[in-house]
């Protein structure tokens, strides 16, 4: 039985968890830039970490995505989309896939030690006046990527709870569909049942005629030979 587009796309939450991992992937992009830009030190160990661990979590949700597609593929009778609609889902999943392996592989390939710039050469020397400014600069700058970066893991916290919940959601429209199309196996199959029931009977019906007439028959041509035997010998 095919589902009706208006009820598909009312159960339907793939681009509701479409935009959550967009917005998700926005805020781990933003880290990661961040992440590039901060020196070797524990604090971009830790924000590696998150990194990592939210990337593995958008990986999950496109998983997820990807069944739903593989379901949709599987049964295409049921559900009321178009292969333009189902190459451009799958187009989705495996452009941001991509990019996931692209920040994954550069998150683990360890970072080249910074080249020290003109302005530290000089600003290591004895005597510099302005040895203080640099240093205050840099740690300002370094305050400034923490702050920011720590606003993304944020977001991104936020986004994978959202994630979690359409995760969710789009796994139980996947139960209630599988369940939708065992109650239709369900009613077919009754109704198989019933017609090879029907069937017999008919059958049944047709062997007991046929011996009915057969019996019939068998009179007839029985009173027929006394008939013939009465008029033949009185």
């Known amino acids: 039985k095919q589902m009706s587009y208006s009820y598909f796309a009312a159960k339907d939450p793939f681009y509701d968890v479409k935009d959550e991992v967009t917005k998700s992937l926005k805020s781990a992009g933003a880290a990661f830039e961040k992440w590039k830009l901060l020196p070797d030190n524990g604090e971009i160990q830790r924000l590696r970490s998150e990194l990592l661990s939210e990337l593995s979590n958008i990986n999950t949700d496109l998983d997820g995505l990807d069944d739903s597609v593989r379901v949709v593929e599987d049964d295409r009778p049921s559900f009321p989309l178009g292969q333009a609609e189902i190459m451009a889902r799958k187009g989705f999943i495996d452009g941001n896939r991509r990019k996931l392996q692209d920040m994954t592989t550069q998150l683990n390939t360890p970072k080249p030690p910074p080249r020290p710039s003109n302005s ?109 035997f009465l008029v033949t010998y009185t």
């Open 120 to 228: 530290k050469i000089a600003n290591n020397r004895p005597g510099n006046d302005i040895e203080y400014g640099y240093a205050e600069d840099g740690r300002q700058r370094q305050e400034q990527l923490d702050r920011e970066a720590d606003q993304n893991l944020d977001e991104i916290g936020k986004s994978a709870a959202r994630l979690g919940t359409l995760g969710k959601q789009i796994g139980d429209v996947v139960q209630e569909q599988s369940r939708l199309l065992d109650t239709v196996d369900e009613q077919v199959g009754e109704q198989h049942s019933r017609l090879k029931l029907v069937n017999k009977q008919i059958d049944k019906l047709i062997k007991d005629t046929s011996k009915g007439k057969l019996w019939t028959i068998g009179i007839l041509i029985l009173i027929m030979v006394v008939l013939l």
